[in-house]
């Protein structure tokens, strides 16, 4: 199993809708939990961090479950401009923070 | 304040040969990590350098190695490059430790041929 899966895209979503994105992490130790942006042949970029329940960062709310070992990332009112892909992340304790492959992201007009 | 910088932007080399990327962090940053993403995969961990020192390494053999200088910038060394070896590699900077998420750089992209 990997340390950190993500839903297998594409999202293939019309302007406006809202989308979810879902990840899972094996290590109950992880205690930091992070969504990364990435363009195309772009580095990636912090979207947001997630220590506790759960964050929001205007449109995007990041919510994170210890229990079931998952987290999420809710897109609302998508743009054109969110076209990318998503990358889930979790951290395991200061020195190693693994990322999924990520799931990409097409918003249409 | 200065963002990471990574160089070369692009890099060629044969298989067999030795290649040596560099980063300049953050400033205000004292730890570097090191990731390998190859197309449409995510970024997967080499180690990370803190205040000089290896701190974490991933599974990469031996081969891949590295260093992190007193002004924290760091250099990443790979030793008989493989075909498997092309891909991008990433400079990650950050605050002590990764508890608080990475700046990236924008990369080297190596081939190997």
């Known amino acids: 199993r990997k340390e950190v899966e993500q839903d297998p895209g594409p999202f293939n979503v019309p302007e406006g809708a809202t989308v979810a994105f879902n990840c899972t992490y094996s290590?109950?130790?992880?205690?930091?939990f992070f969504w990364y942006r990435q363009d195309c042949r772009k580095e990636p970029k912090l979207l947001m961090s997630?220590?506790?329940s759960g964050n929001e960062d205007g449109r995007f709310t990041a919510q994170l479950n210890r229990a079931s070992q998952y987290i999420s990332l809710l897109i609302r009112d998508s743009k054109l401009s969110d076209s990318a892909t998503y990358l889930c992340?979790?951290?395991?304790?200061?020195?190693?923070?693994?990322f999924g492959a990520g799931t990409r992201l097409f918003v249409k007009a | 304040e200065t963002g990471v910088t990574q160089s070369p932007t692009h890099l060629i080399k044969t298989r067999g040969q030795q290649v040596t990327l560099r980063c300049s962090s953050q400033?205000?940053?004292?730890?570097v990590s090191w990731y390998q993403q190859a197309l449409g995969q995510g970024p997967q961990f080499i180690f990370q350098?803190?205040?000089?020192?290896?701190?974490g390494r991933g599974n990469f053999p031996p081969r891949f190695s590295g260093l992190q200088f007193p002004n924290y910038s760091s250099e990443l060394n790979v030793n008989a490059l493989e075909l498997d070896d092309s891909a991008l590699y990433l400079c990650?900077?950050?605050?002590?430790?990764?508890?608080?998420?990475?700046?990236f750089g924008s990369g080297t992209r190596l081939t190997v041929v």
């Open positions: 290590n109950s130790a992880s205690q930091s």
């Open positions: 997630v220590y506790s």
């Open positions: 350098y803190y205040r000089e020192e290896e701190n």
């Open positions: 992340a979790a951290n395991t304790g200061g020195f190693k923070t693994i």
């Open positions: 990650a900077s950050s605050l002590e430790g990764d508890k608080y998420g990475y700046t």
């Open positions: 400033s205000g940053h004292n730890t």
